[in-house]
């Protein structure tokens, strides 16, 4: 094998190799692409050897103006998505400067950008998080690869932000992998093989740094992601494609569930008074509170039994599927058991809360002409409270039995029919049975009184 010659450019020349360091050689038909003119490569530090490019990957050369940082000793670069900047590395390792000449695409029509902490990439909206267009909710097993790969590096990257005490950087990194589903996931039409050598193509060139430009959808201007359908064709394929991952339940709820209602000046201002304004403070953390540290193998099986139930994914598109794709990967799993953790210890930042705190406000109808308020929250917010609540089940019994059985009790709503049925056998004709609803009651509770009983209970510290 062969070394091919590297075009001659004009002001151009690579830097001779350390003495004793010999270069590695491309596989073969791999060309290393040349520098811009002018730009020259600095040499690897003593005892490090540049890694081969992969097979079919050529090395991208370094824009006008840029020089490249020398990697520190048995480090190697690993590529970023597209659109991400690399923090910051702990202990004197720096990574290569942001991309010269690469804009941000515009932000929709009334659209602000919050600003950006210093030296990384301007702040979404959580507005302009959520215009992505139609989305994949799942990941073909073909490209489960590629999607970890993708992952890897704002996971790490927020690891290393973490350990490392950045909260600027650590919550960069969270905006860039709440970004991801949005860059890389949008949905097209096509079979199963072809949505996945799509996807894969996708993927590989975000990983090559190609598609450097993020693409927003612009709500206002209602554009269309395929031929729209009647209400009973969209149930039927959802149904279809909650079979096919294996939700049956789901699926079946998805045939017999209503139309939603269409989204008015008057749904709007029913949504609004569902939601009242606090009418107190929040009670700060005990300072007792226990530091909890998140168990690998518990959180891998949540996702995986718990997380993974075919549920509409949040603002920024992820989905319990999405990150079920990510289980097995050690980086990913370093950088998901880390931001769990920071959510679980409220170690965040108010920009990052305000993210992950986010939801999907769906307004469905009732049959007294009102509206139900049904909010569609982050995945990673989600799997920070099954966590938690995996924690303390075991308490659940002894602290809400017999008042109610539908949370923490194993087989509740049974037990509650042969309790009325028993009791209505028992009394005769003489025994009455009374139903009570609550309007709007989870809302109507006061958040501070549940705050600080939660904090009265030893048992339930953990949380």
């Known amino acids: 094998m062969q070394r091919a010659p590297a075009p001659a450019l004009t002001g151009m020349q690579q830097a001779p190799a350390p003495s004793g360091i010999s270069r590695a050689l491309a596989p073969s ?75 941000r695409a515009p932000a929709p ?60 950087s650590r919550c960069a990194a969270l905006i860039e992998l709440l970004k991801l589903p949005g860059l890389t996931l949008r949905s097209h039409r ?41 209400p009973d064709t969209s149930r039927v394929k959802r149904a279809v494609a909650l079979t096919h991952c294996g939700h049956v339940g789901r699926a079946a709820k998805a045939l017999l569930q209503a139309q939603l209602p269409v989204v008015t000046g008057r749904v709007v201002g029913q949504l609004r008074g569902l939601h009242p304004a606090a009418s107190g403070a929040i009670p700060p953390l005990p300072t007792t509170s226990p530091t909890v540290a998140v168990d690998p193998e518990i959180l891998q099986k949540l996702i995986k039994s718990k997380l993974c139930n075919g549920s509409a994914a949040g603002p920024s598109g992820w989905t319990g599927e999405l990150v079920s794709a990510l289980v097995g990967d050690a980086d990913c799993m370093r950088g998901l058991c880390l931001l769990v953790q920071d959510i679980l210890n409220g170690h965040l930042d108010a920009v990052s809360r305000s993210f992950l705190l986010a939801s999907l ?88 009184q549940i705050l600080a009983t939660l904090y009265r209970n030893d048992s339930l510290r953990p949380i």
Not at 145 to 165: I, K
Not at 384 to 395: D, E, K, N, Q
């Open 109 to 168: 029509s009334g659209i602000s950008r919050a600003p950006a902490p210093s030296g990384s990439s301007p702040v979404p909206t959580l507005k302009e998080l959520a215009c992505h267009g139609r989305l994949l909710k799942s990941i073909p097993r073909d490209a489960h690869n590629s999607w970890r790969a993708v992952c890897r590096v704002p996971l790490l990257a927020y690891y290393r932000a973490s350990r490392t005490g950045d909260s600027n």
């Open 29 to 103: 038909g791999i060309l290393r692409a040349s520098g811009p003119s002018g730009i020259s490569r600095a040499p690897a530090p003593s005892g490090t050897l540049r890694a081969p490019a992969p097979s079919g990957v050529s090395r991208a050369s370094d824009p006008a103006g840029i020089s490249r940082a020398p990697a520190p000793s048995g480090v190697s670069r690993a590529h970023a998505p597209a659109g991400i900047s690399r923090a910051s590395d702990p202990a004197g390792i720096s990574w290569a400067s942001a991309l010269s000449g690469i804009q």
């Open 361 to 448: 406000l769906i307004p469905v109808g009732k049959a007294n002409g009102g509206v139900r308020p049904v909010a569609v929250s982050e995945c990673f917010y989600k799997l920070a409270t099954m966590y938690a609540l995996a924690s303390v089940r075991h308490t659940f019994p002894s602290l809400f039995e017999p008042i109610q059985l539908g949370v923490g009790s194993p087989g509740g709503p049974e037990r509650a029919v042969h309790v009325l049925r028993a009791g209505l056998e028992l009394f005769g004709d003489e025994s009455v049975v009374m139903k009570c609803d609550v309007r709007n009651a989870f809302k109507e509770r006061k958040r501070e």
């Open 190 to 230: 096509g079979g199963v093989r072809r949505v996945s050598r799509t996807l894969i193509a996708r993927l590989d060139g975000v990983l090559r740094g190609v598609n450097l430009e993020e693409r927003l959808v612009d709500p206002a201007a209602q554009v269309a992601d395929g031929v729209d359908l009647d």
